[in-house]
């Protein structure tokens, strides 16, 4: 055996190690879902009740508010879910890169799949360390005349590098309706997200906890897409 496929045996000897930590993995998964969905819940509630119900003795507070529970605000208990929640999905793209190894003339799906959770990955360390906000201000510090807001310094990257990851999710479960579907419905909640932090339609607290929810409800979707699919492989025994 060459080292190129005991390379592939000991990755996919790995992967049937960690699916075999469940006997049902997908009732696993699905309750890993609902967990997380509800957890999305309690931080939106706790959102509301720091900026609303205990806004006076939040004011009370050394700097004016309870910071990791705003969704506003940064280096919060949503920002580190959200963080967390980027590197699981670029773990299960990883694990999907061993397992989806179609190729065809356009493209290649472990290649897109690397792509995909090195892109996973950047937004994780990004959410968690707030780099756009930085590259935004000191973007819109060097080109002051450009007439582009600070923020559209950043989500327009992030926009041109997330459409392949779409575009390739959609033709690659063009065989599974149901998971291309679900799949547009993540990107289309990322969508709302983005629209939200530009366009004020609600009062400011219920408008960041919409922005914040489809956010973070977007990953959590796509989540659930990607770990069905690498489910589907392990189940049908081939690349399907």
């Known amino acids: 055996m060459n080292p190129r496929d005991q ?12 699916l075999a930590l469940s006997d049902d993995p997908r009732r696993m998964l699905g309750r ?31 700097d004016g508010h309870i910071g990791g529970f705003d969704l506003d605000d ?10 967390s929640q980027l590197l699981v999905l670029s773990l299960v793209c990883l694990l999907l890169s061993w397992s ?18 090195a892109i996973m990955l950047i937004m994780s360390v990004d959410e968690v360390a707030g780099l756009h906000e930085v590259v935004g201000l000191a973007m819109a510090g060097l080109f002051p005349q450009a007439p ?10 992030y926009a041109l590098a997330l459409a392949p990851v779409f575009g390739f999710a959609v033709i ?6 149901r ?18 932090e530009r366009v004020f339609l609600l009062p400011g607290t219920i408008n960041v906890a919409l922005e914040e929810g489809f956010e973070m409800l977007g990953a959590t979707v796509l989540l659930g897409v990607f770990a069905t699919h690498l489910l589907d492989l392990r189940a049908s025994g081939s690349e399907a």
């Open 148 to 157: 582009i807001d600070k923020s559209l310094w950043w989500s327009i990257p």
């Open 74 to 83: 940064e280096a919060t208990l949503a920002v580190w879910f959200s963080g």
């Open 100 to 117: 989806d190894t179609v190729k065809t003339i356009r493209f290649s799906s472990a290649v897109m799949w690397r792509y995909t959770g």
């Open 179 to 196: 998971l291309a579907a679900v799949t547009v419905c993540s990107g289309l909640l990322w969508i709302a997200a983005n629209a939200l």
């Open 32 to 62: 890993l879902l609902v967990l997380l969905v509800v957890a999305q819940a309690l931080l939106i509630a706790m959102h509301f009740a720091v900026t609303t119900l205990f806004a006076d003795l939040a004011a009370q507070t050394q």
């Open 172 to 177: 690659r479960f063009v065989r599974n309706p």
């Open 7 to 18: 390379n592939l045996l000991r990755r996919r000897t790995l992967l049937e190690s960690l």
